[in-house]
């Protein structure tokens, strides 16, 4: 059968029906499977529309919709979040998006065009937390990625300043969703760590503890971990302001379609 154009299809998995949308090249061959996860701002299509790993025909990219960000769920989740945004907006997306990972992942890895018995993921955003924290609860995921997210919830101390962080019980909510106290947990998957120096959401030196936390879990693996800033490149992916920003910004999706290509192989 000869090679066909990449086409991107809707679709419903699980018990719970979680919407996707899955890009890939119905040639007839056998897939490796990516789990894309967007972020709070952002969507599935959008994240298909940043990153569409076209490059990689032999990945079938399904780009997850995380829980309550979905429509009618935004809605009801700025009025649940009007008295605790914590607690009742970030903590939910993140907890309920890696309880639908695995079952995403179980979905997918059932299709008669998925080959192997592991997927990668990768995150952006909050997206980037979900998927670590989704690869740490999943020994199937094998190569994840993740770009400008951070590694807990510790980042909104700036952007919420009167919130009450020391509110009876809450410390002991977070923990579950803090990943930097298990950085080195994630070896052997292979683990690439991307973060635009542009990036005023999500400061890079969240990710530089996180990082260097993982590090030395992959000495005799070197090639299994990467950190790397993108010079120039913002939070959203946008197109940067200069030349050189741009050309950063291709490699950065070039770095991460490589990552899957090598990590993934068919």
Not at 12 to 30: E, F, K, Q, T
Not at 69 to 95: H, N, S, T, W, Y
Not at 99 to 105: I, M
Not at 206 to 224: I, L, N, T
Request: proline share 8%; aromatic share 8%; glycine share 10%.
């Amino acid at each position: 059968m000869g090679i066909r154009e990449t086409r991107t299809d809707a679709a419903s998995l699980g018990p719970d029906a979680i919407p996707v949308l899955i890009r890939h090249v119905p040639d007839g061959r056998p897939k490796r499977a990516v789990l894309m996860v967007h972020g709070m701002r952002g969507s599935a299509p959008w994240l298909a529309g940043r990153l569409p790993l076209d490059e990689c025909p032999q990945l079938l990219r399904v780009y997850v919709a995380l829980p309550w960000l979905r429509d009618p769920g935004r809605e009801k989740l700025r009025e649940m979040g009007r008295d605790d945004p914590v607690r009742r907006i970030f903590a939910p997306v993140v907890r309920d998006g890696v309880r639908e990972l695995g079952a995403v992942a179980d979905a997918v890895l059932a299709r008669g065009d998925v080959i192997g018995d592991g997927f990668g993921l990768y995150g952006f955003s909050i997206g980037g937390l979900v998927a670590l924290l989704g690869a740490l609860a999943d020994p199937r995921a094998t190569a994840v990625a993740v770009t400008g997210t951070v590694p807990n919830f510790g980042y909104l101390r700036a952007m919420l300043p009167a919130y009450d962080w020391a509110q009876p019980g809450l410390a002991g909510e977070l923990a579950p969703l803090d990943a930097l106290p298990r950085a080195g947990e994630l070896a052997p998957r292979a683990l690439l760590v991307q973060h635009g120096t542009a990036d005023t959401d999500a400061d890079p030196k969240y990710m530089r503890a996180f990082a260097e936390a993982a590090r030395p879990s992959y000495a005799g693996q070197p090639e299994r971990f990467r950190y790397e800033l993108y010079e120039g490149v913002k939070h959203d992916l946008a197109e940067a302001d200069t030349e050189a920003g741009r050309a950063e910004l291709g490699r950065l999706r070039r770095d991460v379609a490589a990552w899957f290509a090598a990590h993934l192989a068919v």
